[in-house]
């Protein structure tokens, strides 16, 4: 199994960027489907963004589509989540998971997650 720590969190303004990475450790890392998730205070846990094992394949949530970009380093052991042009909607808990299932994306091991606060 695949244990995650993320990092990178923190409070901007509108408009600003974010690089949140998720170190994993473990060595089925580099044949793992990974993806990012989010939970907003008072909200449901959701998906945001999610990458194939080899990285040549990605795709995100209407919501930040064009905005965050994911990718992995499987020499590192590291995903990353960009995040440009942030929003007040944005904020939320930001938590890595190793994918179950890529399509639908089903975490079943996650990080403690990094928190993302975004001011108007």
């Known amino acids: 199994q695949v244990q995650l720590v993320e990092s990178g969190g923190g409070l901007v303004q509108a408009g600003a960027s974010l690089r949140l990475s998720c170190a994993a450790s473990?060595?089925?890392?580099?044949?793992?489907?990974m993806g990012w998730f989010r939970q907003a205070p008072g909200k449901e846990r959701e998906f945001v963004a999610a990458?194939?094992?080899?990285?040549?394949?990605?795709f995100y949530a209407d919501s930040v589509k064009g905005r965050f970009t994911i990718s992995r380093d499987n020499v590192k052991n590291t995903v990353y989540l960009q995040m440009n042009s942030l929003k007040p909607e944005d904020t939320a808990v930001y938590y890595c998971?190793?994918?179950?299932?890529?399509?639908?994306?089903?975490?079943?091991?996650w990080g403690q997650g990094t928190q993302v606060t975004v001011s108007s």
């Open positions: 473990g060595r089925t890392f580099s044949t793992t489907n």
């Open positions: 990458i194939n094992w080899t990285g040549g394949n990605t």
């Open positions: 998971a190793a994918l179950n299932t890529y399509r639908p994306p089903i975490g079943n091991s």
